[in-house]
């Protein structure tokens, strides 16, 4: 039996493209299929397989998923996941038909948010919490991670997508686009985004997990000319609104210092044996970001 399209489909439907054609895609049993009858079928965990061709390598393994899962359930990026739903809010929802009561009156089209490199919608549920009548599509190249992201919110689809490939979805169709410890396109930010909307990048910064890089061997460094890239990437389509340095200690337990190692690239780099030690796993970490967001130019 063909599974069931996802209610939290239906409003996002509007936005999206077919990956092959570009036309409008509509639901049919267990899949969603353009007119020119190129089709999308419907994963049994609830998100889209948009994906197709040669598939990136990138994306969060099984292990690195459920470590992210588990240590984002714990809290302790809370205030950063509180700073992107704050920085959200900068879009201009109050211009638009459709966002709150007249989206709950069914007058227009909800506000719209689009997380590319969700993991696990961590993010973009705390933004749609913030927003209420919104709607969120995250997009991710991990199917391990997309599992999680389908069921993050009531109000969130999700599908597999690669962020350097153009984006399954129509010219400026969004409200805000989310980039949080991901990998970035510009150019199609810009073009998906409408007039008013926010996009908001999140990236670590200075001490960031400086305690775990000292003691764990293998985990990677923030790089210090990060911020020149990012903003030499941004500038020909984005001037920067707000930006908002979130720096503050947390403490862990063992399991979710193990399990910040590996949700993060650097556990491609760190052994099994480098993590049961317990002495080289500190009792607290240092977290350091920069979010900021972002207007069209």
């Not at 700073?83 to 009561?101: F, P, Q, T, Y």
């Not at 948010?113 to 969700?118: E, L, N, P, S, T």
Request: proline letters at 7%.
């Amino acid at each position: 039996m063909p599974v069931a399209v996802p209610v939290a489909l239906d409003p996002i439907l509007p936005l999206l493209r077919c990956p092959s054609c570009g036309a409008e895609l509509a639901p049919v049993p267990g899949a969603l299929r353009c007119p020119h009858r190129h089709s999308f079928d419907v994963a049994r965990h609830g998100y889209v397989s948009l994906l197709t061709g040669t598939r990136a390598t990138s994306g969060d393994d099984g292990p690195m998923a459920r470590a992210r899962r588990d240590f984002l359930a714990a809290g302790r990026y809370a205030a950063v996941r509180d700073a992107v739903a704050d920085l959200a809010g900068e879009a201009d929802l109050g211009a638009r038909a459709g966002s709150g009561a007249d989206a709950a009156a069914g007058t227009g089209r909800p506000a719209t948010v689009v997380d590319v490199g969700c993991g696990t919608g961590y993010y973009l549920a705390g933004v749609l919490d913030a927003l209420p009548g919104s709607v969120g599509l995250g997009l991710d190249t991990s199917a391990h991670a997309l599992r999680t992201a389908a069921r993050a919110h009531d109000r969130a689809a999700a599908a597999t997508w690669d962020v350097f490939r153009p984006f399954p979805i129509g010219s400026e169709q969004v409200d805000v686009v989310l980039d949080v410890f991901a990998p970035r396109n510009p150019a199609e930010f810009h073009r998906v985004l409408r007039p008013g909307g926010v996009l908001v990048v999140v990236r670590p910064f200075g001490g960031h997990l400086a305690e775990l890089r000292r003691q764990v061997a293998g985990m990677v460094s923030v790089d210090p000319a990060k911020e020149e890239r990012l903003h030499q990437a941004l500038d020909p389509y984005f001037e920067a609104a707000r930006t908002e340095h979130v720096e503050y200690t947390t403490p862990l337990t063992r399991q979710e210092a193990v399990d910040l190692v590996l949700m993060t690239p650097s556990a491609r780099h760190v052994t099994e044996a480098d993590l049961n030690d317990e002495d080289t796993l500190p009792s607290e970490v240092t977290v350091s970001v920069l979010a900021t967001a972002y207007r069209r130019r």
